[in-house]
């Protein structure tokens, strides 16, 4: 009963490491792994069905990724959510919005996406 118990703590405590790795450090995710490895040479019969990477560990505790699309000025390198760029297709980012000389308070305006023609329009 106690082994069973220390089993599900460190079955626990591996699943919310696993499900913060995304924003974990290298070395934090390989320290994951060293503990793993650890927990199958001390117990063999117990851990054999512990995954061995943490590809393996993400798709049997079924952690999904949570992607973030961004779009990138190449003009001035800003990042921009796909969803907030506005109807123009324009980078309205001002890089010294107070600076004195009104030359160095103008938007970037350079294009962000590029309309791709289709057979039905176009798509961004």
């Known amino acids: 009963m106690m082994n069973e118990v220390k089993f599900l703590k460190i079955q626990a405590m591996t699943k919310t490491l696993l499900m913060n790795s995304l924003q974990l ?46 779009a990138v000025c190449p003009k001035c390198n800003k990042l921009h959510k796909t969803a907030e760029i506005s109807e123009d297709n324009k980078c309205k980012f001002v890089e010294f919005p107070k600076h004195p000389m009104k030359k160095y308070r103008v938007e970037c305006g350079a294009e962000l996406l590029k309309n791709i023609p289709v057979t039905n329009g176009y798509i961004k």
């Open 25 to 70: 450090p290298i070395g934090m995710i390989l320290t994951i792994m060293v503990i793993l490895q650890v927990l199958k040479d001390t117990d063999p019969k117990r851990f054999h069905n512990f995954p061995s990477s943490s590809h393996n560990a993400k798709k049997l505790l079924q952690i999904e990724k949570n992607a973030k699309t961004y």
